[in-house]
């Protein structure tokens, strides 16, 4: 199947990316303020590249959304050929004959990363493909390009938590700084089945900051405060107080109108169902919640986030090689 083409080596390329989940500090960060960030390596998104006759060009097929277009035919603002293209431009080489598929099991526009996951996995199996691992550095620059054509102006987090696959305290147009976990921590995220615009979200934040700038200015800077707090938690294996620095960030999401009644609901549910503290993650206006729980309040707080309308639950241990 995957045999011998020009410029392709002979084995099959398959390389994948982890999802991700924003604990603190989405939209402020934005504004410049600190964001943490944590990988969640169980739900991935993974691409592969199989050669294909001499002459035929690079397709590159989504399968998710049943598409499938040649590199050549491509719009500008096509994701997966922005994604080969700068790949095909930072390795200075030639377009391949060959197809490259992607796949994910992250659910599109939830706020789990799954446009930054996709484009992170395509650029590590093309550019594998063409004999050269690429550092994560590289991948977070391509996935950052990639990801404004789905978001306008993203301030980075996705892409580098997803390339780097390692927690992050994240500050726009500066170094990644990841950080060590001192205690594993056990997450649920709960789909509200609402797909949710990461675009428009930060559109609106934007409108309502320029018509408030005083009072954003305070919820921004809260909420950078509770992400450094929220880091120093995670460092020492303060888990308690992250789930109260977690409860304390939706509460200002929702100051900021970014909530929804149902993610309220989400959140309220897992917090009587015995959660340390659970918030929106994401853009919000739709897309996931996270709960933090132990191996006692998984199950009970499961089963009250399918009772208040959860449509999809996933579990993540972060800091364990399971996460
Ligand atoms: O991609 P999402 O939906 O998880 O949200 C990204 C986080 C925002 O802070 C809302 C936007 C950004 O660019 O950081």
């Given at each position: 199947m995957?045999?011998?083409?020009?410029?392709?080596?002979?084995?099959?390329?398959?390389?994948?990316?982890?999802?991700?989940?924003?604990?603190?500090?989405?939209?402020?960060?934005?504004?410049?303020?600190?964001?943490?960030?944590?990988?969640?390596?169980?739900?991935?998104?993974?691409?592969?590249?199989?050669?294909?006759?001499?002459?035929?060009?690079?397709?590159?097929?989504?399968?998710?959304l049943?598409?499938?277009?040649?590199?050549g035919?491509?719009?500008?603002?096509?994701?997966?050929?922005l994604?080969?293209?700068?790949?095909?431009?930072?390795?200075?080489?030639?377009?391949?004959?060959?197809?490259?598929?992607?796949?994910s099991?992250?659910?599109?526009?939830s706020?789990?990363?799954?446009?930054?996951?996709?484009?992170?996995?395509a650029?590590?199996?093309?550019?594998?493909?063409?004999?050269?691992?690429?550092?994560?550095?590289?991948?977070?620059?391509?996935?950052?390009?990639?990801?404004?054509?789905?978001?306008?102006?993203?301030?980075?987090?996705?892409?580098?938590?997803?390339?780097?696959?390692?927690?992050?305290?994240?500050?726009?147009?500066?170094?990644?700084?990841?950080?060590?976990?001192?205690?594993?921590?056990?997450?649920?995220?709960?789909?509200?089945?609402?797909?949710?615009?990461?675009?428009a979200?930060?559109?609106?934040?934007?409108?309502?900051?320029?018509?408030?700038?005083?009072?954003?200015?305070?919820?921004?800077?809260?909420?950078?405060?509770?992400?450094?707090?929220?880091?120093?938690?995670?460092?020492?294996?303060?888990?308690q107080t992250?789930?109260?620095?977690?409860?304390?960030?939706?509460?200002?999401?929702?100051?900021?109108?970014?909530?929804?009644?149902?993610l309220?609901?989400?959140?309220?549910?897992?917090?009587?169902?015995?959660?340390m503290?659970?918030?929106?993650?994401?853009?919000?206006?739709?897309?996931?919640?996270?709960?933090?729980?132990?191996?006692?309040?998984?199950?009970?707080?499961?089963?009250?986030?399918?009772?208040?309308?959860?449509?999809?639950?996933?579990?993540?241990?972060?800091?364990?090689?399971?996460?």
């Amino acid at each position: 199947m995957y045999s011998g083409g020009q410029g392709i080596n002979t084995r099959p390329f398959e390389r994948s990316a982890p999802g991700k989940i924003i604990l603190c500090g989405e939209h402020s960060v934005v504004y410049g303020r600190p964001a943490v960030g944590v990988p969640v390596s169980t739900v991935r998104s993974t691409a592969w590249v199989a050669s294909t006759p001499s002459g035929s060009g690079l397709r590159i097929d989504a399968l998710d959304l049943q598409q499938s277009a040649l590199l050549g035919d491509a719009d500008a603002d096509d994701p997966l050929a922005l994604c080969a293209r700068l790949v095909l431009k930072s390795l200075s080489a030639q377009e391949p004959d060959a197809v490259l598929k992607v796949h994910s099991d992250l659910p599109i526009a939830s706020g789990m990363g799954s446009g930054a996951s996709v484009a992170a996995a395509a650029a590590r199996a093309l550019s594998a493909s063409l004999g050269h691992e690429l550092a994560p550095s590289a991948v977070s620059r391509i996935t950052h390009e990639v990801e404004k054509i789905h978001h306008g102006v993203p301030s980075g987090i996705d892409n580098t938590v997803i390339a780097w696959e390692r927690p992050v305290y994240f500050v726009k147009d500066s170094a990644p700084q990841t950080f060590a976990i001192h205690t594993p921590f056990k997450l649920i995220v709960a789909y509200s089945g609402i797909a949710s615009s990461t675009k428009a979200a930060v559109t609106a934040v934007r409108r309502r900051f320029e018509a408030a700038e005083g009072y954003y200015s305070v919820l921004f800077d809260c909420i950078g405060a509770i992400s450094t707090a929220a880091r120093d938690a995670v460092e020492q294996g303060a888990i308690q107080t992250l789930g109260t620095l977690l409860n304390e960030n939706h509460e200002l999401l929702t100051k900021m109108g970014v909530s929804l009644a149902q993610l309220d609901e989400l959140v309220v549910a897992a917090r009587q169902a015995g959660a340390m503290g659970a918030k929106l993650t994401g853009s919000g206006q739709g897309g996931n919640i996270i709960a933090l729980v132990d191996e006692e309040t998984v199950a009970p707080v499961r089963a009250a986030l399918e009772g208040a309308g959860a449509t999809r639950i996933w579990e993540a241990t972060v800091g364990s090689s399971d996460a």
